[in-house]
């Protein structure tokens, strides 16, 4: 019996949208037409069809991964193992007496997690999960930049969150990424990610930049900053890799 094509394609339009959602943590269905050269009706069916089987959240225009609302369960983390490698090399990044500020994402909930428990610093996030990692170190004082709770990518937005922001001036600001590539610089998707995220490059002294290796060349619809304006890039690769080399070009301290 020949198998049933219209079967397979479905399938593989099926694995590239997980892949994407996993990769991005939240995807347009506009874009995954484009992407896939398929009509916006057979994404949100395709979407429909996710949801219910459990592997996704539907949203409206699009969709989310599970991870970020079940992210203390690490069997739903995408790519564990290279965002575990990933906060582990920032926390050479960070030193006693420093004023950090963090975002959100499953990667800065491991970095949180790894904290040691000597580190002497304080640290503000807009990110209710990483405060809450942090919340029983013994040496770390935490402030939470609360505003609009975004539910996709589950950070405060808003103006309360930039005018906040614009008032300090941190020491090291630790960031994730849903895109990066050498001449677009850091990306993402979402207009009110995009303005709080540019309050925190331009709030911070030092930039480092979190991303695994799979969102290298990648790119979003909204610019968050140039690469020159990042001073650390860290992923799961040595720095030597060959991926690497259009990063190292552009002087980036990598990791």
């Excluded at 000597?118 to 609360?146: E, M, R, W, Y």
């Amino acid at each position: 019996m020949q198998p049933d094509t219209q079967q397979l394609l479905k399938k593989e339009r099926h694995k590239m949208i997980l892949k994407q959602i996993n990769l991005h943590n939240k995807v347009l269905s506009s874009d995954l037409a484009t992407l896939l050269t398929v009509s916006e009706d057979t994404i949100r069916r395709d979407l429909n069809e996710l949801a219910k089987s459990g592997i996704i959240l539907k949203v409206h225009g699009g969709a989310l991964s599970k991870s970020f609302h079940s992210p203390f369960q690490q069997n739903e983390v995408y790519a564990i193992d290279a965002k575990k490698e990933v906060a582990k090399k920032a926390l050479k990044l960070l030193k006693n007496d420093m004023v950090i500020l963090t975002g959100g994402g499953t990667t800065m909930l491991e970095l949180a997690r790894m904290v040691p428990e000597k580190l002497q610093a304080t640290v503000f996030t807009v990110s209710p999960l990483v405060a809450l990692q942090l919340a029983d170190h013994p040496f770390i004082d935490v402030f939470l930049i609360g505003g609009q709770l975004s539910k996709g990518s589950q950070i405060s937005i808003g103006a309360t969150v930039i005018s906040y922001l614009s008032e300090i001036k941190f020491d090291l600001c630790l960031l994730g990424t849903n895109g990066i590539a050498p001449q677009e610089g850091i990306t993402d998707s979402d207009w009110e990610i995009v303005q709080v995220k540019k309050a925190m490059v331009r709030s911070s002294k030092s930039l480092a930049v979190l991303c695994i290796a799979e969102k290298l060349n990648s790119v979003q619809r909204m610019k968050i900053c140039e690469l020159n304006q990042i001073t650390h890039l860290i992923t799961e690769l040595d720095p030597a890799d060959e991926k690497l080399k259009p990063y190292q070009q552009q002087n980036l301290l990598l990791y």
